[in-house]
């Protein structure tokens, strides 16, 4: 394991921010701490930097207790949302600068800053000032900053979060490559479960001040530990007392069987590739998304009678009390 925390409580005024958490974060995989806003993930990814001092517990980084250690001597490379670049100095001069302080020659910044600048696609940029550059490359910069002194742990404060949706994703791509590259172990907070699904080798789900569930994202998705994972983690419906996902529902129009519970279509929505289907039975309303494909073999349209059951062998969340149109 490279990060060890160990029942870190951390207290602002009586607010309890984390409360009792425990993690193993694994050597030279990328790892996500997800949840909801306020729930405690970057005062984690703070403590594990030293940035900020848990009231109580361990963390321990690479077998070196660093509980007590100054972010300097933890040897950690830091991004934030909003990347404070030293605005005066080129893109080079910004990568190079924590190898400048510590007094490397001159040649070996030079060729390790080459180096970087083609890792994170900045080559031709390397002479211009960061003002000079988009949102997306400003971040990839700071990544090349916090590389450049080699640490044995990158911890990245929603690195992508001030970009827009579509720079956020491609962002999020390279980091995945860029990872898979440089094999540094790295811990990114995010509060976007699509993000993490897609790039994490491992997700902390940070829920009110403790851990939810840790898993890989296969595990999180198709097993959640309650309900609150399951809600997070995609979109979920209920049918009777279970809480699924659109996708794992089926329709079908036959006689009635004792599996199915029976409804009548009443909203037909086609996003993108997908058809959401919402079927009111008795007492709810039943989300139900189908591929086009299967949508159109049905052959129903809103007001037909149809049958909804849970698709074989899928997770069902715990039971729920019914009530009309919590879909
Ligand atoms: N320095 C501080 N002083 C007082 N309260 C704080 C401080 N830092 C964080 N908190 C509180 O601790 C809680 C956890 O904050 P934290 O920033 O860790 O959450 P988060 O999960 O990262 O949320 P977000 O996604 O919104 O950044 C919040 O309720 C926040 O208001």
């Known amino acids: 394991m490279s990060i060890e925390i160990a029942n870190v409580t951390k207290r602002f005024g009586g607010f309890v921010a984390l409360?009792?958490?425990?993690?193993?974060?694994?050597?030279?995989?990328?790892?996500?701490?997800?949840?909801?806003?306020?729930g405690g993930k970057s005062t984690l990814l703070r403590i594990i930097a030293g940035l900020e001092q848990a009231d109580s517990g361990r963390v321990t980084i690479e077998g070196l207790d660093a509980t007590n250690l100054p972010p300097q001597k933890r040897n950690v490379g830091f991004v934030f949302q909003h990347y404070a670049a030293f605005k005066h100095l080129s893109v080079r001069r910004n990568v190079a600068f924590g190898l400048e302080i510590r007094k490397r020659p001159k040649d070996e910044v030079r060729a390790r800053v080459d180096e970087l600048l083609a890792l994170v696609h900045l080559r031709q940029f390397a002479d211009r000032l960061p003002s000079q550059l988009s949102g997306g490359q400003r971040q990839r910069m700071a990544l090349a900053r916090a590389l450049a002194v080699e640490p044995t742990v990158l911890l990245l404060d929603e690195p992508f979060g001030a970009l827009d949706a579509k720079v956020r994703k491609e962002l999020r791509d390279w980091l995945r490559r860029l990872h898979d590259e440089v094999n540094v172990t790295t811990v990114f907070v995010t509060h976007d479960q699509e993000e993490a699904l897609e790039v994490a080798d491992e997700i902390v789900v940070i829920n009110e001040g403790r851990v939810e569930q840790i898993g890989s994202p296969d595990e999180l998705y198709d097993q959640p530990a309650?309900?609150?994972?399951?809600?997070?983690?995609?979109?979920v419906t209920q049918l009777g007392q279970q809480l699924v996902r659109p996708h794992d529902l089926q329709i079908h129009t036959g006689t009635a069987d004792p599996a199915a519970v029976t409804g009548r279509i009443t909203r037909v929505t086609r996003i993108g590739f997908e058809i959401r289907v919402e079927v009111t039975t008795a007492d709810q309303i039943v989300t139900v998304t189908l591929t086009r494909n299967e949508f159109l073999s049905l052959g129903v349209q809103t007001g037909d009678t149809v049958q909804v059951q849970v698709a074989e062998q899928v997770h069902i969340g715990a039971a729920y009390p019914q009530t009309l149109g919590a879909a």
């Open 19 to 38: 409360d009792d958490v425990s993690v193993s974060i694994p050597s030279g995989q990328l790892t996500a701490l997800l949840g909801p806003s306020g």
């Open 226 to 235: 309650n309900d609150f994972v399951m809600r997070f983690l995609g979109p």
